[in-house]
């Protein structure tokens, strides 16, 4: 196609305007190449430049979480071609690329510089936005994804694969993005319903697309201890995970920057491990048995679960440790004291003549923190393990998981914030997937979280004060088997599928979405 001979600025003009359309170049009179060389008109035509394609500005990368922040620019975008390579510009991201260079079917040329065509992957210097902060740059047939953390890299990775995956192209310009909370992921009880190595792994994928960074797993209550267990193999069920198959999942999950937190919860929940050691059960003055409760006035409970919790924080090397302590059955009586005398005689005994069973039991959930202190872990508990009004005080480095206000004596969730406690958000209200929906529980959807729930929504419906925003450290999408035969494990795979997505979306971004749900919904499908 030939130049126009119109002006030059009407051919500008049409250039912008076209979503994609030659470059137009007209030489005026007396100008141009063959200009006062008595060269004729249809030379002079023939001399111009060739014509080149201009693009409209590009669209925002179409993602779950969607980035926060994209500057547009006009260029092709970027897609993955023959020649095409991932690059590591330092030796600590070669694992983030050549896992994208896996996924995407193209060369690693390892710590190489990168070519037209390649991706490059990058750190920066600290101090420019947070350990998971990236910058995903497209130009130039290259894209650059750097942050001052492998983290942000990898999700910056994320990113790029969901792009090409919804749209084919990476587009053109600049995505600066980084999570609104640090903890955000899945909760699984593999105690109650036993769950395949295999089954998890595939969690940890799907949470890693999703820039998921947390897995925390139950795996002893009543029911059941799934893990193989070296100081204590009698209280391990038959069903269970060996510790080398935990070892496989735990560095999958660091791969993906992933940290897994074990959770041996105590005093309550441990009817698995007070099966094979009855005469630490706690019974009342009648004799009767409290389902799942040790007695905690005898310093072998200490022993068992102490010698426990070692064994697992080496198992488990992420910063994090849970050690539970929720529903004591033996607070839950009208008179504790008179039920379970011993334990009334132990509090006074450790804590001061006007120490009760509660202070017995919150001086329990600090000594378990401290061993996992000792063992260099951030120790967390449930909200109701955490008292007021009492002689001893839960230790200020606990983390709160906030999940329900529905125990006896429940405390609102301000009243933790107010006392400057960190907090992480599991409430029940939306975020429990109990298996066989009992107790008035419904399998939440990912159109309620999506549309309704933000991390400052920690109890019920009602969100607290922005104040407390920033002691709010994030939350996790959790699933209890209270009944564990009424979904398969595909089910509870698919069943969590979308509020896992919406849980994503609102850790990274709690601001109301651009998308409605349905729209949301069809891009969860596309991103896959």
Same mark, same amino acid.
């Given at each position: 196609?030939?130049?126009?001979?119109?002006?030059?600025?009407?051919?500008?003009?049409?250039?912008?305007?076209?979503?994609?359309?030659?470059?137009?170049?007209?030489?005026?009179?007396?100008?141009?190449?063959?200009?006062?060389?008595?060269?004729?008109?249809?030379?002079?035509?023939?001399?111009?430049?060739?014509?080149?394609?201009?693009?409209?500005?590009?669209?925002?990368?179409?993602?779950?979480?969607?980035?926060?922040?994209?500057?547009?620019?006009?260029?092709?975008?970027?897609?993955?071609?023959?020649?095409?390579?991932?690059?590591?510009?330092?030796? /600590?991201?070669?694992?983030?690329?050549?896992?994208?260079? /896996?996924?995407?079917? =193209?060369?690693?040329?390892? /710590?190489?510089?990168?070519?037209?065509?390649?991706?490059?992957?990058?750190?920066?210097?600290?101090?420019?936005?947070?350990?998971?902060?990236?910058?995903?740059?497209?130009?130039?047939?290259?894209?650059? =994804?750097?942050?001052?953390?492998?983290?942000?890299?990898?999700?910056?990775?994320?990113?790029?694969?969901?792009?090409?995956?919804?749209?084919?192209?990476?587009?053109?310009?600049?995505?600066?993005?980084?999570?609104?909370?640090?903890?955000?992921?899945?909760?699984?009880? =593999?105690?109650?319903?036993?769950?395949?190595?295999?089954?998890?792994?595939?969690?940890?994928?799907?949470?890693?697309?999703?820039?998921?960074?947390?897995?925390?797993?139950?795996?002893?209550?009543?029911?059941?201890?799934? =893990?193989?267990?070296?100081?204590?193999?009698?209280?391990?069920?038959?069903?269970?995970?060996?510790?080398?198959?935990?070892?496989?999942?735990?560095?999958?999950?660091?791969?993906?920057?992933?940290?897994?937190?074990?959770?041996?919860? *105590?005093?309550?929940?441990?009817?698995?491990?007070?099966?094979?050691?009855?005469?630490?059960?706690?019974?009342?003055?009648?004799?009767?048995?409290?389902?799942?409760?040790?007695?905690?006035?005898?310093?072998?409970?200490? /022993?068992?679960?102490?010698?426990?919790?070692?064994?697992? @924080?080496?198992? %488990?090397?992420?910063?994090?440790?849970?050690?539970?302590?929720?529903?004591?059955?033996?607070?839950?009586?009208?008179?504790?004291?008179? *039920?379970?005398?011993?334990?009334?005689?132990?509090?006074?005994?450790?804590?001061?003549?006007?120490?009760?069973?509660?202070?017995?039991?919150?001086?329990?959930?600090?000594?378990?923190?401290?061993?996992?202190?000792?063992?260099?872990?951030?120790?967390?508990?449930?909200?109701?393990?955490?008292?007021?009004?009492?002689?001893?005080?839960?230790?200020?480095?606990?983390?709160?998981?906030?999940?329900?206000?529905?125990?006896?004596? @429940?405390?609102?969730?301000?009243?933790?914030?107010?006392?400057?406690?960190?907090?992480?958000?599991?409430?029940?209200?939306?975020?429990?997937?109990?298996?066989?929906?009992?107790?008035?529980?419904?399998?939440?959807?990912?159109?309620?979280?999506?549309?309704?729930?933000?991390?400052?929504?920690?109890?019920?419906?009602?969100?607290?004060?922005?104040?407390?925003?920033?002691?709010?450290?994030?939350?996790?999408?959790?699933?209890?088997?209270?009944?564990?035969?009424?979904?398969?494990?595909?089910?509870?795979?698919?069943?969590?599928?979308?509020?896992?997505?919406?849980?994503?979306?609102?850790?990274?971004?709690?601001?109301?979405?651009?998308?409605?749900? @349905?729209? %949301?919904?069809?891009?969860?499908?596309?991103?896959?």
């Amino acid at each position: 196609m030939s130049p126009s001979r119109a002006p030059l600025v009407a051919g500008a003009a049409v250039a912008v305007a076209a979503a994609v359309t030659l470059t137009v170049v007209v030489w005026p009179e007396g100008s141009g190449p063959g200009a006062g060389n008595g060269a004729s008109a249809s030379s002079r035509t023939s001399a111009a430049p060739s014509p080149t394609r201009s693009y409209p500005l590009s669209t925002t990368p179409r993602t779950i979480p969607a980035v926060r922040e994209h500057t547009a620019a006009r260029g092709p975008g970027w897609k993955p071609a023959k020649d095409s390579a991932v690059v590591a510009a330092d030796p /600590e991201l070669a694992d983030e690329a050549k896992l994208l260079a /896996e996924e995407l079917k =193209i060369g690693y040329r390892g /710590e190489k510089s990168a070519r037209s065509g390649d991706v490059e992957l990058a750190l920066t210097a600290s101090g420019k936005g947070g350990p998971e902060s990236y910058t995903l740059k497209t130009e130039d047939n290259r894209v650059t =994804i750097s942050g001052p953390g492998e983290a942000g890299v990898f999700y910056g990775t994320r990113t790029l694969k969901q792009s090409l995956n919804t749209d084919s192209t990476v587009p053109e310009g600049v995505v600066r993005d980084t999570p609104d909370r640090p903890q955000r992921g899945l909760n699984l009880d =593999i105690a109650r319903k036993h769950y395949s190595a295999d089954w998890i792994e595939a969690r940890l994928r799907e949470m890693a697309d999703l820039k998921l960074n947390q897995l925390g797993l139950h795996f002893s209550d009543d029911q059941a201890f799934r =893990i193989e267990s070296d100081s204590h193999p009698e209280v391990v069920a038959e069903e269970h995970l060996t510790k080398a198959e935990v070892r496989r999942i735990v560095n999958l999950a660091r791969s993906l920057h992933i940290t897994v937190v074990g959770e041996i919860d *105590s005093p309550g929940h441990l009817g698995a491990v007070l099966k094979a050691h009855p005469d630490l059960q706690l019974r009342n003055t009648q004799g009767t048995a409290r389902q799942g409760a040790i007695d905690i006035s005898k310093a072998e409970s200490a /022993e068992i679960v102490d010698d426990l919790l070692r064994e697992y @924080a080496e198992l %488990f090397p992420g910063r994090w440790f849970h050690v539970g302590a929720d529903e004591y059955q033996a607070l839950t009586v009208s008179d504790p004291a008179a *039920s379970y005398p011993q334990l009334a005689a132990a509090a006074r005994e450790k804590h001061g003549d006007g120490a009760t069973v509660q202070d017995l039991t919150e001086g329990w959930l600090n000594d378990r923190a401290a061993v996992l202190r000792e063992a260099e872990k951030i120790p967390k508990a449930w909200n109701d393990g955490f008292f007021s009004g009492g002689t001893v005080t839960a230790a200020e480095d606990i983390e709160v998981e906030y999940w329900t206000g529905k125990e006896i004596g @429940a405390r609102p969730p301000q009243e933790y914030l107010a006392e400057g406690r960190k907090v992480i958000n599991l409430n029940d209200e939306f975020l429990y997937y109990v298996l066989g929906e009992p107790n008035d529980f419904t399998y939440p959807t990912g159109e309620r979280i999506y549309e309704q729930w933000t991390p400052l929504v920690l109890r019920g419906t009602e969100p607290v004060a922005a104040r407390y925003s920033k002691q709010i450290l994030g939350g996790r999408f959790a699933v209890w088997g209270d009944f564990p035969n009424a979904q398969t494990q595909a089910q509870v795979a698919e069943g969590i599928r979308m509020p896992l997505n919406a849980v994503s979306q609102k850790l990274w971004d709690p601001q109301e979405p651009k998308l409605t749900w @349905a729209q %949301f919904e069809e891009l969860a499908d596309e991103v896959r």
